[in-house]
């Protein structure tokens, strides 16, 4: 008969994600400056986490990123829409820029939660690297 150990895992500080995961779901509502300050954290504290914790902020680091980067696109879809839509031709244009920022917004607040929701279960972040959750 053998003995079932639980083997317990190594301790790691949950606190600074979860400030992270916070400053970027504040960010998304109200002062976007908060995003840019859990930007800085999460470098900051990427080299010196465990294991578990670099996963969070790998993935806080890229939904910044993936996110800056599709917001750009948005906004220069607008940009260019705006002067061609007094001839009408820039109307869908305005439409996908402002569907793709609308999209972005949901997408981002989407990862942080479900990157919190990792967070509060003392788990790893399974796919740091995706695109999408």
């Not at 917001?71 to 001839?87: C, D, Q, R, T």
């Not at 990157?115 to 003392?122: I, N, P």
Request: glycine residues 10%; hydrophobic residues 55%; aromatic residues 14%.
């Amino acid at each position: 008969m053998t003995d079932s150990v639980t083997v317990a895992r190594p301790h790691e500080d949950r606190v600074a994600p979860a400030v992270i995961y916070g400053l970027y779901l504040f960010g998304a509502f109200s002062a976007l400056i908060t995003v840019f300050i859990g930007l800085i954290i999460a470098y900051a504290q990427r080299g010196n986490a465990g294991e578990r914790m670099e996963t969070h902020y790998t993935f806080l680091i890229r939904t910044f990123w993936l996110s800056i980067g599709w917001i750009i696109i948005g906004l220069a879809l607008i940009l260019v829409g705006i002067p061609l839509s007094l001839v009408l031709v820039g109307i869908p244009v305005v439409v996908a820029g402002g569907l793709i920022l609308s999209v972005v917004g949901i997408w981002f607040i989407a990862r942080c939660a479900l990157g919190a929701y990792y967070l509060a279960q003392d788990e790893a972040y399974p796919r740091p690297m995706s695109w999408l959750f």
